[in-house]
């Protein structure tokens, strides 16, 4: 059984910053990229937000600007994102995603958390 939780979300005035985290667990061979990725209601499609390598090499989407930091501990089987200069733009629920082979799976899955929530008052 593996899963994936993200937390650190909440409620933060425009200009604010924000650390979301994602840890996965569970019976974890190996882990590969991990994400984060968004979603704004009404919109039913998520976002790429940040990504991770194993090694470290991080990408962001264009709407970041400098301002989201994803890092990762593959000791933690974690990784953060660390949001500032929030705008009201960035309420969204956030999403984290790894891809994950188990011992008992040796090809990667994708498992996906189920969301937290983050809210920038204007």
């Known amino acids: 059984q593996v899963q994936v939780v993200e937390s650190g979300g909440g409620l933060v005035q425009t200009g604010g910053s924000l650390r979301l985290s994602c840890a996965a667990s569970?019976?974890?061979?190996?882990?590969?990229?991990m994400a984060w990725y968004r979603r704004t209601p009404p919109e039913k499609q998520r976002v790429l937000v940040a990504?991770?390598?194993?090694?470290?090499?991080?990408d962001y989407a264009d709407f970041v600007g400098g301002r989201f930091t994803i890092s990762r501990d593959n000791a933690k089987n974690t990784i953060y994102l660390q949001m500032s200069n929030l705008k009201p733009e960035d309420t969204a629920v956030y999403y984290c995603?790894?891809?994950?082979?188990?011992?008992?799976?040796?090809?990667?899955?994708?498992?996906w958390g189920q969301g937290t929530q983050v809210t920038v008052s204007s």
């Open positions: 990504g991770i390598t194993t090694g470290g090499y991080a």
């Open positions: 569970g019976s974890i061979a190996h882990i590969n990229s």
């Open positions: 995603h790894a891809d994950i082979a188990t011992p008992t799976t040796p090809y990667h899955v994708r498992y």
